[in-house]
């Protein structure tokens, strides 16, 4: 029933030892209050973007009432993804098993919604009273005619991370090369793995693929539907956008269909040339990889002359940086474009390759944050005095009672950040956020203190 | 009620263990710790900081596969040792999880150990709410977790603190019980107008101090504002006590057998006759006579009702919410002649025996999509807005989570404003 940890490529890793890394290999305190959510959480995140599917969550009410329909990831089709579907535990499964009614939910969500597929994700209850959601998935299977695929992701088995390695291996294993048509090569295809199209994220870097002649063969997962992603196979190149918690998914890709895979990520003018450059090299084609030397210059300046106002605004401003992922180094050049110094930086639910090119690229005087929960949030700010802090949702709200500017990056914002228009969206926003007035109102005391009024 | 489906789609429900956050939240100086995995914590986290846009102040036990085994018994030992620790709260408060509850942690025994292997936290209140997620909804979890605050905390001295609070000269008090279906601006509310009758409050939990969106002085990871220790302390002095919503009846009856203190339960504080219900007792326990300031607003909203009969009759209102909720719009809507042609509820209601001129129905906001199609109005959380999209209906958010409009914590229904201001609000989602 459990997921085997050895399987999903946790041992290729070294524990880090280095203060402020992501504790991939180390457990959670009980009641130090880090925020690294859970396994279902993470295979949700990879898994629920799909749009022309049903996302059925076999637990009680706290796993998915709490949570549908709550990320920013966008679709330009189907809605079926952003519907919340649950069995709703309740006490009488608890205590008699819910394979039943498990089954006939999953019968009742294809006849009633029609999708593409069924994913059924398992829960820390769930699994705890013993339900064989793989069973009664192939079985409820057997009496359909789309694929009924099992996640089994209980939220105990550890982090947000190792739900992300959960889902690249059910997609390799249930969805990628599952097509009936042609198995051949698309030339210049790529998939984008770790793309989630937050914000629509995707649609600003479509553009750019499209006028060098690059076709995207599917984003894993973002904006994506079943039949592209049963063809990613087809793709000549997998690139790594965000998140190597999905490194199992295309090494695996490249043993058994030969696609190479390379890292890139879209956010900040530097990274998304690199990205596009690499990209460009790695599908072998000299033309492509010529066009593209000359596109991503022009687009530089193009960028560059336009976000050159919001970096006069901007530039010198001192940042504390937190957030996860790829976003943890490519948001330290993207605050570098603009002039920003990061004063400190932290990452959660990142690789330690992440992290440490982080580290790498920051300036050697940043200080790394450790202590990754609120407490440790607030010491560092009042410490540093930032003018901004750049981070994700979870922390907004406890950032402005500071009186800080705050930027979300993560899945909670409105605002697409990636490619080059994402760059510009960015400083836009940024500047927006750092010269509001109302952070003088915030810090303006009153009553003023005797002696001040007539300032 | 007919089971129509094996599943629940787009579900209006919330956790319990949500609902006990909440709760927790309205205790000042408080820490809430979630004995589960740590997406519980998380998920709850963003829901309720989505819905007030403030930080929510929530631990976890961080549960793993191997505690899933041996028990997870210990973690919770550990998880309150760190977070008094850490954080220095006045107050733990623990909540139990779908996990922990099914495999059975104990956490009264927990504690006690605890207690014997850290004599310095003796004093360290540390209150246990069972909420394990497969009964019941965010009332149910709110409901049991107020219960669970009053009879761990009610009473209880300081042995460090002498009281000396309590003048005889002062202003006699009244204990406040709001359930979960008020908003903070509610509580507000509530407050001013029992003050206008002469009495000091004791408001638990007050949401109206610590989620009403207020700039800190200073920030901290547990709750500002809310309830305070020494008001827990001063309970039994209270001359009455009102809980509000049917859910909260239990603690104040818990109150009244306790410290035999009247209990009055207002089950809606939305509408004309609620409201005159509730003001006529104020006058009648507290021998004052009505303050001139809620006649007036009386009047006010009875020519609001004259004003706009038309429109109000005759509308045919489809509502999706919390049972306690959907029981004061419900009958308020009902009051001004709209018809309720839709009642889903999101779980059963602990107890439920008040009469509703219309059926209710447990419900989730796929069977609203269902129902809805030729109402006028839907009335839910911001979750119903796929149904409202799909059927071209207006939709007046309410309940929780509402993230999608500005200012509802804030929001005041109750009392005579708080209705005339929901009529409108209705009346301007109509055009």
Same mark, same amino acid.
């Given at each position: ?40 959480? /993470? ?28 990320? /920013? ?11 919340? +579907? ?41 699994? #705890?009273? @013993? ?15 789309? &694929? ?9 088995? $550890? ?44 649609? /600003? ?70 990205? #596009? ?6 599908? @072998? ?23 050159? $106002?919001?970096?006069?605004? #901007? ?30 930086? @932290? ?38 005095? &930032?003018?901004?802090?750049?981070? /994700? ?22 605002? &697409? ?17 750092? +010269? ?20 | ?69 041996? !028990? ?12 008094? =620790? ?11 999880? !779908? ?95 029992? *003050? ?87 006058? *009648?326990?507290?021998? *004052? ?34 049972? =306690? ?50 109402? =006028? ?6 979750? !119903? ?13 309410? !309940?929780?989570?509402?993230? =999608? ?27």
């Amino acid at each position: 029933m459990f997921t085997n940890l050895t399987k999903l490529d946790l041992k290729d890793k070294e524990c880090m030892s280095d203060a402020g890394s992501p504790k991939l290999c180390m457990k959670a305190l009980p009641g130090e209050g880090a925020e690294r959510s859970c396994a279902y959480d /993470g295979a949700r995140v990879v898994l629920m973007p799909i749009t022309d599917v049903a996302h059925l969550v076999h637990g009680p009410i706290a796993c998915a009432g709490n949570s549908w329909d709550n990320r /920013g990831a966008r679709s330009s089709g189907s809605q079926l993804y952003r519907r919340g +579907l649950t069995t709703d535990i309740m006490e009488n499964d608890v205590i008699y098993g819910g394979e039943i009614k498990l089954k006939k939910s999953i019968l009742e969500i294809a006849a009633r919604h029609n999708p593409k597929a069924i994913f059924v994700y398992a829960t820390c209850v769930s699994s #705890l009273i @013993g339900d064989d959601v793989e069973k009664v998935c192939r079985e409820a299977e057997a009496e359909l005619t789309i &694929p009924v695929i099992a996640v089994n992701c209980p939220g105990f088995l $550890g982090d947000k991370n190792i739900g992300n390695r959960i889902a690249g291996e059910v997609l390799y294993d249930r969805v990628i090369g599952s097509a009936a048509g042609s198995d051949e090569k698309i030339p210049l295809s790529i998939n984008l793995i770790g793309e989630y199209n937050i914000a629509g994220d995707l649609w /600003g870097v479509l553009p750019d693929l499209k006028n060098l002649g690059i076709t995207l063969q599917t984003a894993i997962t973002g904006d994506a539907k079943f039949d592209d992603l049963r063809s990613a196979h087809r793709a000549s190149l997998n690139v790594l956008i965000c998140s190597k918690s999905l490194t199992n998914l295309v090494r695996k890709m490249e043993i058994r269909y030969g696609i190479p895979f390379m890292e890139g990520s879209f956010y900040g003018i530097h990274d998304t040339s690199e990205t #596009l450059v690499k990209i460009a090299k790695a599908l @072998g084609d000299p033309d492509l990889v010529e066009r593209t030397l000359v596109y991503v210059q022009k687009k530089e300046e193009e960028t560059r002359k336009t976000i050159a $106002g919001y970096k006069k605004l #901007l530039e010198n401003k001192q940042a504390i940086l937190f957030t996860g992922g790829v976003k943890t180094w490519s948001m330290v050049s993207t605050l570098a474009e603009l002039g920003i110094n990061i004063l400190a930086g @932290g990452t959660q639910n990142s690789t330690p390759e992440d992290f440490q090119r982080m580290k790498e690229l920051m300036d050697p005087s940043a200080q790394i944050i450790e202590d990754t929960s609120s407490a440790g949030f607030l010491k560092i700010i009042a410490e540093k005095k &930032p003018d901004l802090i750049v981070a /994700g949702g979870k922390t907004k709200y406890l950032a402005h009672k500071t009186r800080t500017p705050f930027l979300d990056i993560n899945h909670g914002r409105k605002l &697409p950040y990636a490619g080059y228009q994402g760059m510009i969206t960015f400083a836009e926003t940024l500047a927006r956020t750092v +010269l509001s007035p109302v952070w003088g109102h915030l810090k303006r005391e009153f009553p003023p203190r005797e002696g001040e009024l007539d300032d | 009620m007919t089971k129509l489906r094996h599943y629940n789609g787009n579900p209006q429900k919330n956790s319990p263990a949500l609902g006990a956050t909440l709760a927790f939240l309205g205790v000042n100086g408080l820490l809430a710790l979630l004995h589960g995995s740590q997406g519980c914590s998380s998920f709850i986290r963003l829901q309720l900081s989505r819905h007030y846009k403030e930080p929510i102040p929530l631990n976890s036990t961080a549960l793993l596969e191997e505690s899933v085994i041996f !028990g997870g018994w210990d973690h919770l030992k550990k998880g309150i040792a760190v977070a008094a =620790d850490k954080y220095k709260p006045q107050i733990i408060g623990v909540m139990s999880s !779908g996990l922990t509850e099914t495999y059975g942690d104990d956490m009264v025994s927990a504690l006690a150990s605890l207690r014997l292997e850290r004599p310095d936290l003796e004093d360290l209140p540390v209150v246990l709410a069972s909420t394990p997620d497969y009964i019941g909804s965010m009332q149910e979890g709110y409901q049991r977790t107020v219960e669970a605050l009053l009879m761990t905390l009610a009473g209880q001295t300081n042995k460090t603190k002498s009281l000396g609070l309590a003048d005889s000269n002062d202003a006699p008090s009244v204990a406040l019980l709001p359930g979960c279906h008020l908003t903070p601006g509610d509580v507000d509310e509530l407050k001013e107008i029992v *003050k206008s009758f002469g009495y000091r409050v004791i408001t638990v939990p007050d949401l109206s101090i610590s989620l009403d969106g207020h700039a800190e002085l200073e920030a901290a990871p547990v709750v500002q504002g809310g309830t305070l220790i020494e008001e827990f302390q001063r309970l039994p002095e209270c001359k009455a006590c009102f809980s509000f919503g049917q859910s909260m009846e239990k603690a104040g009856e818990f109150l009244k057998k306790t410290y035999q203190i009247p209990h009055f339960n207002i089950p809606s504080l939305t509408g004309l006759t609620a409201t005159d219900t509730f003001i006529l007792t104020l006058a *009648k326990i507290s021998g *004052k006579t009505i303050p001139e300031r809620l006649l007036r607003q009386r009047s006010r909203l009875l020519d609001t009702l004259a004003d706009y009969h038309d429109q109000l009759g005759g509308q045919k209102i489809a509502i999706a919410l919390e049972m =306690d909720l959907l029981y004061s719009l419900g009958s308020c809507l009902v009051e001004v002649g709209s018809e309720i042609s839709v009642a889903l509820s999101a779980s059963q209601g602990s107890g439920n025996t008040l009469s509703l001129p219309f059926p209710v129905e447990v419900g989730d906001l796929e069977m609203l999509e269902e129902r809805a199609a030729d109402c =006028d109005l839907i009335i839910a959380n911001s979750n !119903g807005r796929q149904a409202a999209g799909m059927l071209k209906v207006p939709h007046l958010r309410a !309940g929780l989570p509402v993230f =999608d409009r500005a200012g509802y914590p804030q929001k005041r229904w109750i009392g005579y404003e708080g209705t005339q201001q929901f009529l409108f609000d209705m009346l301007n989602s109509l055009s």
